[in-house]
């Protein structure tokens, strides 16, 4: 059974991931694998406060971390997050299934 906790963590994530303009964040740091916020935006062509809204999200939620190099945050995928939250996604997919066909 999940627990309330657990529960509010994969609600966090899943909306975190939910939304395109996230993904496209995401594919574009993966890309790049550290990069700062200023190409970030830049190269989106995304306002700075988006971009920056956005980005809080994906920290907020543990998919991404943050180094300070000087007067740059530099961003970088949490990739064992990210596996994590895909294999857990996979594991509720073959579980449910599982229940469907032994219900028919």
Do not use: C, W
Not at 29 to 58: A, F, G
């Amino acid at each position: 059974m999940i627990s309330s906790a657990e529960l509010e963590t994969s609600t966090e994530v899943l909306r975190a991931l939910a939304h395109p303009l996230r993904m496209k964040i995401l594919e574009f740091i993966d890309r790049n694998e550290m990069i700062n916020v200023n190409r970030i935006y830049s190269s989106l062509q995304l306002e700075q406060s988006i971009t920056s809204q956005h980005l809080r999200i994906l920290r907020h939620a543990g998919l991404v971390e943050t180094e300070r190099r000087g007067k740059f945050i530099h961003y970088r995928l949490r990739y064992k997050k990210l596996k994590n939250t895909i294999s857990a996604i996979r594991d509720f997919q073959s579980k449910s299934q599982n229940s469907k066909a032994s219900r028919n």
